[in-house]
């Protein structure tokens, strides 16, 4: 048996979720809450209200609206590659998860459970049994 470090390739993101890992990159400009708030409204069609309630929320649970911005037109959209950009935002987010103190986590945490077990056999459950080779793997571990 051999020993050594696993990562999460680009050919895992892309068999295990199914999601582009080349095209434009996913980089964004940052906004000013104002504009956040603007961008909120006009993207998710809610009030002025409740825009300013989604943005203030600090809980970490929450993706950045300035994204919404690479999402609103799904042509485009399909042009970018989210596939390359899901593992650098999970490094990211396990790399301040393993601060002290931390007691949350965020990033694409559906990722590695499923990278975890296409690689060891042994932390698996039970495959989805409507499972078929034409889907994404990770829905072989959706119940």
């Not at 959209?77 to 601060?99: D, E, S, T």
Request: hydrophobic share 40%; aromatic share 10%.
């Amino acid at each position: 048996m051999l020993f050594g470090e696993m990562a999460i390739t680009l050919d895992d993101v892309s068999t295990i979720l199914g999601i582009p890992v080349t095209g434009k990159s996913v980089s964004v400009d940052p906004l000013s809450f104002e504009r956040s708030k603007i961008l909120a409204e006009h993207g998710l069609g809610i009030t002025s209200q409740q825009a300013h309630e989604e943005l203030v929320d600090k809980s970490g649970m929450r993706v950045p609206v300035l994204y919404l911005r690479l999402l609103m037109n799904f042509d485009e959209a399909r042009k970018y590659a989210w596939g390359a950009a899901a593992p650098a935002h999970l490094y990211q987010q396990l790399w301040f998860a393993a601060r002290s103190g931390v007691r949350q986590i965020a990033g694409y945490l559906t990722l590695l459970e499923a990278w975890i077990y296409e690689h060891f056999p042994k932390c698996r459950p039970h495959q989805n049994r409507t499972y078929t080779e034409n889907l994404p793997r990770v829905h072989c571990w959706v119940p």
